[in-house]
């Protein structure tokens, strides 16, 4: 009896002593420290630049200060079957260098803690992928500049370069040795490309790679009819069938004062060297009369000064300007238009509102000048027409009369109208609000990534404020854009912007010393105003950057 009590003492004393130890070891932090744990790194990060990778980590937290030895390896595969590099260092960062890796190149980086006196190596620790991506001193390719079989590609001028490959994308590359032209001007061109085909481009100093481009190709072009000077345009045009596609040659055209009357068809007009610059029609006028009427235009100089042109677009009926009509689009890309003396699109002949609808305006790559110079309507002259978008990029605007644009008779569905990365010069008059007069109909009305200046024309006035549009629902924007010498003409105040629906940021205020007789619009080389776009790059019309 006494015995059997005994064993049961021994036995909860010797219990007792289990759970203490094994709760002892549970509250032990360095129990679980095993080596490979002590020493750890940790935080692995990269920060990359245009020639290396910066690569950084923690040391262990349990190192205390002590001088630790450390692998860090890159590999193009996650899982490091492979290692394209290893570095051994001493400290918490390595940098790796383009002259090291391949360009464009996906990377993934892990490091490890080497042995330490008596502890072992690390486990692995993984961090974020990187590449670099190299020098870029190529420039955007122009619009312009780029054909169904042709390409220029342009760089900044930089010392040492010597050659360009250039492949089909996924394709073997060839080599092209730059000339001393070539390299003093900054260009060069390539011809007899395939239509609507992917390119890949870059540019050499020896073995380094200081730029690189993607590019397509335009798609080819199939033509209804291709004219050539002295071939009767006017006739060509009004007698062409529904969605006919009409190529220029290079050379001058001449309407005479025939108008170009597209009835009840929307036709392409455009050059076949896609240059503005070797292919000219003079004009009377582009009227557009009735359902379906519409007009494509590329890469065409368009000049209505030899005929006396009052409008450049004309939008009416078949018969008469009141009756009901559904236009298709008016489309500019790519071309110079000038000397149209009343307005480049008259669209306000409808009885009543919303009697003529059109879905797209498009403006883009294009010069408009000397345009609306009688004063008596505004360069988009939109009134009455129920448009669903009007879209101006990368365009250039001087001498267009007394107003922007005008959307101002109440219609049922809201238009868009937006100016984008567009340079816009002398302007204005007859008291009229200068950049857009919505009046009472709703809109959404934006002007972005632009230059304004040098508003009103010399000797007229404007309202004070640039723009009306007080309808429920409007919905403004003027963001990353330069002006200056804005005044309504009676004081030297500058002009006002409303106070509502208005988003304005971004804005500055920098004299470029234009004047009213200013036609060309290059921004210095080292302007703010080349960096300070809605994606960091340069406002205004692309064009006047190079």
């Known amino acids: 009896m006494l015995q059997s009590s005994l064993n049961k003492i021994l036995f909860g004393i010797l219990t007792t002593m289990i759970i203490g130890a094994v709760a002892c070891k549970k509250d032990d932090p360095s129990a679980d420290l095993q080596p490979p744990r002590l020493f750890k790194p940790s935080g692995v990060s990269v920060k990359t630049d245009s020639v290396s990778a910066h690569i950084t980590w923690d040391a262990p937290l349990r190192s205390g200060g002590q001088t630790i030895n450390y692998t860090a390896e890159i590999s193009t595969d996650s899982n490091f079957a492979t290692t394209s590099m290893s ?82 994308k996924g394709g073997t590359s060839t080599t092209h040795t730059l000339t001393a032209d070539e390299l003093s001007t900054g260009m060069t061109s390539f011809t007899g490309l395939v239509a609507d085909t992917g390119y890949y481009a870059e540019i050499f100093a020896g073995t380094k790679s200081r730029g690189f481009l993607n590019f397509r190709t335009g798609a080819p072009t199939v033509y209804s009819t291709i004219l050539n000077p002295g071939d009767d345009i006017a006739a060509a045009i009004n007698n062409a069938a ?8 290079p050379g001058t055209y001449d309407a005479g004062n025939t108008s170009f009357v597209l009835m009840q068809k929307t036709i392409t007009l455009k050059s076949t060297s896609n240059d503005p610059t070797d292919t000219k029609v003079n004009f009377k006028e582009f009227t557009l009369r009735g359902n379906g ?30 009756e009901l009509a559904t236009y298709t689009q008016v489309i500019v890309d790519n071309c110079k238009v000038h000397g ?97 007069d919505a009046n009472a109909n709703p809109v959404r009305f934006s002007i972005t990534n632009s230059i304004v200046a040098n508003i009103p024309l010399p000797n007229a006035t404007v309202q004070a404020t640039t723009i009306r549009a007080n309808g429920a629902g409007t919905s403004l924007s003027y963001t990353n854009n330069n002006h200056f010498k804005l005044t309504n003409g009676k004081t030297t105040a500058d002009l006002a912007f409303p106070t509502s629906n208005i988003t304005m940021i971004g804005n500055n205020t920098l004299d470029l010393g234009w004047t009213a007789e200013t036609n060309v619009f290059y921004l210095p080389q080292n302007s703010i105003l080349r960096t300070v776009s809605s994606t960091g790059g340069a406002i205004g019309d692309p064009r006047w950057t190079y």
């Not at 486990?123 to 020098?135: D, E, H, Q, R, T």
Request: aromatic content about 10%.
């Open 340 to 436: 149209a003396a009343t307005s480049f699109m008259r669209a306000n002949r409808g009885a009543n509102a919303g009697d003529y609808k059109m879905d797209l305006i498009k403006v883009n790559n294009s010069i408009i000048y000397n345009v609306a110079t009688g004063l008596s309507y505004n360069c988009f002259h939109l009134d009455k027409l129920e448009f669903k978008t009007m879209q101006v990029t990368k365009s250039t605007f001087y001498n267009v009369g007394q107003a922007l644009a005008s959307s101002s008779t109440v219609l049922i569905n809201m238009p868009s109208i937006s100016f984008d990365h567009c340079t816009i010069n002398n302007l204005g008059g007859k008291d009229k609000y200068v950049l857009m």
């Open 293 to 322: 009427a519409g007009i494509k235009l590329y890469g065409i100089d368009l000049d209505g000064t030899p005929s006396g042109a009052l409008y450049f677009i004309n939008l009416t009926g078949v018969a008469a300007d009141a």
């Open 87 to 168: 570095v051994k260092t001493d400290t918490t960062a390595v940098t790796i260098t383009e002259d090291q890796v391949a360009l464009r190149t996906k990377y993934f980086i892990r490091v490890k803690a080497n042995t330490y006196e008596d502890q072992p190596e690390s486990k692995w620790l993984n961090g974020a992928s990187f590449a670099i991506n190299g020098v870029q001193i190529f420039l955007p390719i122009r619009e312009t500049e780029l054909t169904e079989n042709k390409a220029t590609l342009r760089w900044r001028i930089t010392p040492g370069l010597t050659d360009i490959k250039l492949a089909v």
């Open 242 to 249: 529904n969605n006919d596609i009409i190529g220029l040659n």
